[in-house]
Each structure stands twice: as C-alpha cells, then as structure tokens.
C-alpha cells in the first residue's frame, strides 16, 4: 500500500454534512482516514507525506450524471480513455456513461464491456446506465434486473424521450421492482420533430425550425401523472425551460419522487448563441431564453434543480462543419463542467457548498454510487481545486477527442488542480504548485 | 494585389447585413440595367474575363436563369451547375464542393440551397464574392431588391406604402427579406396569413402588424404581395384543404376590393392559380406587376454581379 498523505491548510467542502472549513484531509489505503480543521502538519506522524494546499479547495470529486463516451460505435468522436481523461481534468471522479451508443447499452454483456474497459484505466469511475426500452426504440422493456445485476445505476433512452405513454408506464411500474431510476429526456418528439433551436424570435430570424418550449414541460406533466400512478422514482436528465422548473417544483411539493438536472451551458448560455448559425450552440434540449435560463438558476438555488451534469457529447468536425439543420446536437462538457457551473457562485446566485452538492452528494444518491462526500471512511475520491484561477478554454486545451465546445474562447475562475480516485491521483495540472 | 475589399462589400448573404446606402445604391445601378436590357443590344463588358458559377442545390428555373442573363449581359463566362439530391448523397459535404470550386477560381459563386445558413457557410469557404440566392427559409436578397425596384418604379417611392405581405410565412425566405427591406425603407408591413403559417416572434422584431383576415389585412393596402404555398404544405398539415386556403386566404377581386383602387399585385412566382391566387387577377395588366418583378430581377441581378465585381476592375 502506498503511503498516506495529507492535503494541509485548505478549504474542505462537503456539501453532505455543509462542512466549511479550513483544515487538512488525511487519505489511507484509499479511504478518507481523516479530517477536519484539527489536521495540522504538527500533529501528523513522520510517515504520512504532508501535501500544503493553502489558498485552495478540497471537496468530493465531481459526479457527473450524463456523459456519452464515444464507446462502442464513435471511437472517432470520444474514446473510453480519452473521455476517462477528460473527466479526470475537470474533476470527475465518477460519471455516470449514457446508453445511446451505437449499438444502444440494453444487454447485459454490453454493459460489462463498457465497465470493464473503464475499470482497465484505473482512473475515474464509469457507471454505465443502460436503455429503458430495448434498443432505445421506445417500444418494448429492456431486461431491467438483468441489466441492474450487470451494474445499470439508472434506465434512460438518452437523448431521446420515450414517447408512447403506455411503455412508459409499463416501464416505470416495472422499476419499482428494482427501485430503478428512470431517466427521460423531455421533449415531446411530435412537438420537437425536425427542430434544429428553440422555436421563438431568433429562430424565425435565422429561418430555422424551432423546436417549441412546450415540448418539455407536455411531456413531463404526462410523466408526473404516470409517477403518481406507479411511484417510481423519476429523473429528468436536462430540463431547459422555465415551465419544466414551475412543474417539477409542484410535483415534489407534492411530494412525488422525482428529480431533474441542468446543464451548465443551459445556465450559461441562451438561444442568442445560435446566431450566425454556430453549430455548437445546437443542443438537446435546445438553449432557450434568457427568462428560462433565470428560472433554471432560480431552481438550482432553491433546490427544485437537484443536478448539474455536463450532458458531455463528443462531435467530431464533420458533424458539426454542415448547414445547422443537418448539424448534430451536442457539446463536449466534461472539461467545464467545474468552471462554468462555478460562474454563478462568483456571481454570487447560489452558494458554494450548494453547488458542489449539485455534483457530488446528490448525483450519486440518485444513481446509489458510492462517492461524493468527504466523511472518514468513504473512498477518497478527491477534487482539489483552485477557485479563482482564470483560464480560457480553448479547443487545443482541451482532452477530448471532440472539441465541440460551447464555451470556446470564454475565460471561467475557477479550475481542478488535482483529481484524485480511491487516493490515486489521476489528474494533476502542470503548471499548478500543488 | 489591392487591399481586401471590406467584408460586408465581398457577398451579398442578406438584406440584414447590407447597409440602406448599399441598398439604394443597388436600385439605382439596377434602375439604369432595366433601360440597358430593353435595347436590341444588351451586351457590356463589365464582367469581361470573370467567371460566374450558378450552384444550385435546389431545383429553381427562373432564379437561375435570371442569373445566368444577368451575367452574360455583363460579358460574365457563366457555368451552370445543378447539385441534385444524388449528389448530395454521394457525401460530399457543402464544405468540400465550396473548396472544389474555389480551385476552379471563380469570381463570382451564386448559391441556392435547401438550408438556412448554408450560402454563408459555403461564403467562408471561399475565396470570391458569393450571392445567396436563396437559403432555406432564411433570405433570398435579390427577390427582395428586385420587388423594391418593381414597387418604386411603379409608386415612385417606397416609404410611407402600406405593403401587405400574404401567405406562407413561415416557409418563406422571400417574405423575411422582404419585410427586412421594406421596413427599412420606410414601408409599413403587414402580414396577413393563417396562425398556422406566421411563425413565432415576426411582429416585435420586425416591427410589422400581423392579420389573419384578408380584408382586414388588404384595407387601404398600396401593395398585395402574395407567396407561394407549397403543394405539400397543402393537404392537411399547415392547412386543411387547398380549397378552403383558397376561399380564405386566395386573392380574389372581392377579396382586393379592401385594398387601394390603385394596389399593386404582386408574386415571386410560380404561381398556384386558384390557390393563393385567383389567375384572373393575376393577369390583370393593370393590377399586375408580377412580369414587371421577373424583368426587374434581371436588372437587379446585373447590378449587384456589377457592385460585388466592382474591387476586381479597380484592382486591374
């Protein structure tokens, strides 16, 4: 066994306990040994290494709820390695892999293929979710339990909606067998069929076709009532709309279990970025409004948003240099998920500890993964982060294979300096002291 | 080698990125074409020695014709070429013909294609003045000046006209450039359509008034431009029926009579008899000017082939 450290002087986040402290962490044989503002270099045996991290960060690795790793069927948009390598950069100690591969991950033996080329990289965690409905096709169940034994943390067709009403009951009557979480995505496919952005000013400006804001919030109110029906617990992957917010804020009033996450570029950015018909502002759901993307920061403040995922989804030049209505949807994320979900911390729109547990505590209890807490005990998976360091993104920096990214040329605060998995540093950045 | 002419000066991708100067400097070269191209010879040498390309992703036989005597008239050597659905499907991609006919040097590049936003993708790619003639549902900046031309030789002006706007909306790249061009020219426009055909947003940003009535849209109208609605569009999905579009939304002499005794019709062509429009109004020579746009389209073509063309004469 490796000798145990201890990150000294730092700023420890734990968003499960709302720990906020200066103080040390000590890692052994992988586990958090312990910590608190009692561990002080003085106090510390000679054998533990002593690692100074004053001025920075130390909060659970990032749990990532929605990555598309490029495996198996686009090994030339994102591999396993490269998107491991990509989260481990931004902090991702865990992710969560999306099914809608090519082949789609309904079958037990594709699942454990996926987990076992990530556990070869002994790097960050890769949860894969597996199809609700087999082949993703929204017409018949996948084999849940099967899936669920081969390690499946959530049943999702990805980026697509199940759109026939009754597999989706079926399907959310048969996860409670399990206590699976469903995933959807929201969106009303009559409703979205052949839309390329938000449908509204901008869209009939640019003369493309819109995808309407009620697509997502018809199709979750359907849902809620299917819910009600069946209590199974229900997640909404990325909801972009103020209406979708409205909503899920009334179910869980209600008391239903459902959940739903954000984007960071659906928090960042608007419908204004399509203009001059930039391909890699075309998402799913689209980017809306500049009064949806309030009420999707509202939600996360008031916790009706319970998770921020980056929605990572490589495209390679040739799927994104075309006319944007034939452009594939998608941007990579990983890399920014930190730093562009901290914007608004520096802005001063939701607290720190807030937002870390938006992708920590919360994603792996939704998923039932280990992680995303700092308590003695759990596994020290680690994000040390620097929170006020200025960088740019730029597609070179980055570790994807794609480099279809929203934020090109835009400067974030706030950056990980060390990743740590089970104690092992998997990621750490050159050029920073630690 | 002269400097690069400025960007803006180099395609013609919109009326939203022309600039009104550049605009009533087109109608006024354009103004003097028409004089030009009613003689028995038509020919100058202005674009004498330059190479036109007519890339055609859809299917057009006015537009592209339109170009290809424009170009000639000027002393232009004009290629045709027709990119059909086959072509497409053998996988070259708009990137890579834009690169391969940049190879051939061309001057001037004429693009129509079935999306909004591909003639600027293609314009990027390119090293020579490129024309959008025609875009998705985007813009489609030659009708539009040419419609202007049409309006202000038979009005005399164009600010202060009341222009109705009526039909296919939502489909039409000819009625967003339109209403870009006329309303910066001071028109007034209105848009008169079945909510199923206006799309969302035209009257805050665009500054127009929308109707779903004909008669209440035509009242005191000086102009009635009506648009094509495509078959398809036809049976069912946007509207119920042809004949129920044409009882409601055809333009009929009863229909014109809210209108100013003196309205301009006008067409993009090709027209639908008895479905936007009713064939006896359209061939009312009086009413009419829907040939008057076909022979001002020539004009307009010459003389924004002429402005765009205009960097290389002086470099010479």
New interface residues.
């Given amino acids: 066994m490796s000798r145990p450290f201890a990150f000294l002087g730092c700023r420890l986040l734990d968003p499960a306990s709302g720990l906020d402290t200066v103080g040390g962490l000590l890692v052994r044989d992988g586990r958090i040994a312990d910590l608190g503002p009692h561990l002080r270099a003085d106090g510390l045996g000679p054998d533990i290494e002593r690692i100074a991290a004053d001025g920075l960060c130390l909060a659970p690795g990032l749990v990532d709820m929605r990555v598309r790793l490029g495996e198996p069927g686009s090994e030339h948009k994102e591999r396993i390695d490269s998107a491991v390598a990509a989260a481990a950069a931004g902090g991702v100690t865990s992710l969560a892999a999306l099914p809608d591969s090519r082949p789609p991950l309904d079958d037990p033996a594709m699942l454990e293929f996926v987990a076992r080329r990530a556990r070869k990289l002994k790097s960050v965690k890769v949860h894969p979710c597996a199809c609700l409905t087999r082949g993703g096709e929204g017409r018949q169940l996948a084999e849940m339990g099967l899936l669920r034994e081969a390690g499946a943390v959530a049943f999702t067709d990805g980026g697509r909606a199940v759109a026939d009403a009754r597999v989706m009951l079926r399907a959310l009557a048969y996860a409670t067998a399990f206590d699976a979480l469903v995933v959807q995505h929201p969106e009303e496919p009559a409703l979205a069929a052949g839309g390329a952005m938000n449908?509204?000013?901008?869209?009939?400006?640019?003369?493309?076709p819109?995808i309407p804001s009620c697509a997502e919030v018809i199709l979750i109110e359907r849902d809620l009532r299917l819910v009600e029906a069946t209590g199974a617990r229900y997640h909404l992957g990325c909801v972009s709309t103020a209406a979708a917010v409205e909503v899920v804020r009334a179910a869980k009033a209600r008391g239903l279990p459902v959940s739903c996450g954000v984007t960071p570029h659906h928090l960042l950015l608007t419908e204004a970025e399509v203009e001059?018909?930039r391909t890699y502002a075309k998402v799913s759901p689209p980017l809306r409004t500049e009064e949806d993307r309030e009420a999707l920061i509202a939600g996360l403040a008031d916790g009706t948003v319970d998770v921020v995922a980056s929605d990572h989804t490589p495209q390679d030049q040739?799927s994104k240099?075309?006319?944007?209505?034939?452009a594939a949807f998608g941007v990579v994320g990983l890399e920014t998920l930190l730093a562009a979900a901290l914007e608004l911390w520096h802005d001063g729109r939701i607290g720190l500890l807030e937002l870390l547990g938006a992708m920590t505590v919360r994603p792996a209890a939704l998923l039932g993964i280990e992680g995303g807490r700092l308590a003695v005990g759990a596994a020290a998976d680690l994000l040390l982060f620097d929170p006020g360091a200025r960088w740019t993104v730029t597609e070179a920096g980055l570790r994807s294979l794609s480099k279809n990214t929203a934020f090109e040329g835009r400067e974030f605060r706030g950056r990980a300096v060390r990743t740590l998995v089970d104690g092992r540093t998997v990621f750490a950045r050159e050029d920073a002291a630690t | 080698m002269a400097a690069a002419p400025p960007r803006s000066h180099r395609h013609l991708l919109g009326i939203a990125s022309l600039a009104t100067e550049e605009i009533e400097a087109l109608l006024e070269t354009a103004d003097g074409f028409v004089d030009l191209n009613r003689r028995s010879d038509k020919k100058l040498a202005l674009l004498r020695g330059l190479t036109q390309i007519n890339l055609f992703f859809e299917s057009s036989t006015r537009t592209r014709t339109s170009f290809e005597l424009a170009g000639k008239r000027l002393g232009a050597d004009v290629v045709n070429m027709s990119v059909g659905a086959s072509a497409i499907k053998k996988g070259e991609t708009l990137i890579d013909t834009a690169m391969t006919l940049n190879a051939m040097h061309p001057d001037v590049l004429v693009v129509r294609h079935h999306d909004s936003g591909a003639v600027a993708l293609l314009a990027r790619h390119v090293r020579c003045a490129v024309i959008n003639a025609g875009d998705g549902t985007h813009e489609h900046p030659t009708q539009a000046l040419l419609d202007a031309l049409t309006i202000r030789r038979r009005r005399g002006r164009i600010a202060g006209l009341t222009v109705a706007i009526c039909g296919d909306i939502a489909h039409s790249r000819v009625a967003r450039s339109n209403i870009l061009l006329l309303t910066r020219l001071g028109a007034r426009v209105r848009l008169v359509a079945p909510p199923t055909l206006l799309p969302a947003g035209m009257e805050r940003q665009y500054g127009v008034t929308l109707f779903h009535d004909m008669r209440a849209g035509l009242e005191g109208a000086d102009i009635v431009m009506m648009l094509r609605l495509q078959s398809e569009r036809m049976q069912g999905s946007f509207v119920p029926s042809l004949r129920e579009y044409f009882r409601f939304f055809g333009l009929t002499w009863e229909k014109l009579a809210s209108a100013r005794p003196d309205a301009l019709i006008m067409h993009p062509g090709p027209m639908n008899r008895g479905v936007e429009i009713d064939g006896v109004v359209a061939d009312d020579i009086d009413r009419s000017a829907i040939l008057d746009q076909v022979e001002m389209g020539v004009a307009v073509r010459m003389a924004c082939l002429d402005h765009l063309t205009r960097h290389l004469r002086e470099a010479a």
Avoid at chain 1, 199 to 208: C, S
């Fill in positions: 449908e509204g000013a901008v869209a009939t400006r640019l003369g493309l819109g001059g018909y040739d240099r075309v006319p944007f209505a034939q």
